[in-house]
Nanobody, 124 residues
């Protein structure tokens, strides 16, 4: 079992930058593809980005491509989401999730473990 704890959320101005972190418990972090999802008020949870077990291969939602970067440090059991040039429409609770799939997926149903979420608010 994996426990995930997100951090780094907060208030950021549009055009600024913010980095989210997700720390995982256990010694099998490298066995999981990791994903980031977000949920805005009144909306369904949506895919943001994901990264392969060993890193390297990544996938992004079109809405964040070119602005957000997902990365991971398996030695630190941590996955990151670097948010550059955020927009007000990026405001949401951001969740990290772990999947036993080898390749990163944009489907929430492929993820087995979820963090509690961290709020990101982008001001205009």
């Amino acid at each position: 079992q994996v426990q995930l704890v997100e951090s780094g959320g907060g208030l950021v101005q549009a055009g600024g930058s913010l980095r989210l972190s997700c720390a995982a418990s256990g010694r099998t972090f490298g066995n999981y593809a990791m994903g980031w999802f977000r949920q805005a008020p009144g909306k369904e949870r949506a895919f943001v980005a994901a990264i392969r077990r060993s890193g390297g291969r990544t996938t992004y939602a079109d809405s964040v491509k070119g602005r957000f970067t997902v990365s991971r440090d398996n030695a630190r059991n941590t996955v990151y989401l670097q948010m550059n040039s955020p927009k007000p429409e990026d405001t949401a609770v951001y969740y990290c999730a772990a999947s036993l799939d080898i390749s990163p997926s944009d489907s929430s149903s492929r993820y087995d473990y979820w963090g509690q979420g961290t709020q990101v608010t982008v001001s205009s």
